[in-house]
Nanobody, 121 residues
Framework: QVQLVESGGGLVQAGGSLRLSCAASGSIVSINRMGWYRQAPGKQRELVALMTSGGSTNYADSVKGRFTISRDNAEKTVYLQMNSLKPEDTAVYYC???????????????WGQGTQVTVSS
C-alpha cells in the first residue's frame, strides 16, 4: 500500500508564498517522477510541475518562473515552492508519484485528498 500525504496549503494574499510538501510511504523500492497537479473550481485538473529522480523538471506555462519543484529522494518527499502567488493559483493541489512496488511501476495520486491553496486579491 502506497500513501501520499500532503501538507502546506493555506490562505495567502496575492504576491505571497507557500510551500507544499508531499511524502510518500509504503513498500516503495524506488520513485521515478513525482509532482503536482491542481484543480480549480469548475475547471479540469491540470499538471503544475513534475520532477524525475534525476532532477529533470517540467512546469505548466502558467507557473514558470514563480513555482519551483524539488525533492528529497531519501525522504521520498516532493516540494513545491510557490512564489508571487496569484488569485488564479487558487485550487486544490494534488500529489502524484510513479513508484516501484513489488516489481511493478505504479502511478499513484492523492485525488481523494489534496491540499487547498487559496490566494486572495
Amino acid at each position: 500500500q502506497v500513501q501520499l500525504v500532503e501538507s502546506g496549503g493555506g490562505l495567502v494574499q496575492a504576491g505571497g508564498s507557500l510551500r507544499l510538501s508531499c511524502a510518500a510511504s509504503g513498500s516503495i523500492v524506488s520513485i521515478n517522477r513525482m509532482g503536482w497537479y491542481r484543480q480549480a473550481p469548475g475547471k479540469q485538473r491540470e499538471l503544475v510541475a513534475l520532477m524525475t529522480s534525476g532532477g529533470s523538471t517540467n512546469y505548466a506555462d502558467s507557473v514558470k518562473g514563480r513555482f519551483t519543484i524539488s525533492r528529497d529522494n531519501a525522504e521520498k518527499t516532493v516540494y513545491l515552492q510557490m512564489n508571487s502567488l496569484k488569485p488564479e493559483d487558487t485550487a486544490v493541489y494534488y500529489c502524484t508519484a510513479e513508484v516501484l512496488v513489488r516489481g511493478e511501476w505504479v502511478r499513484t495520486n492523492s485525488w481523494g485528498q489534496g491540499t487547498q491553496v487559496t490566494v486572495s486579491s
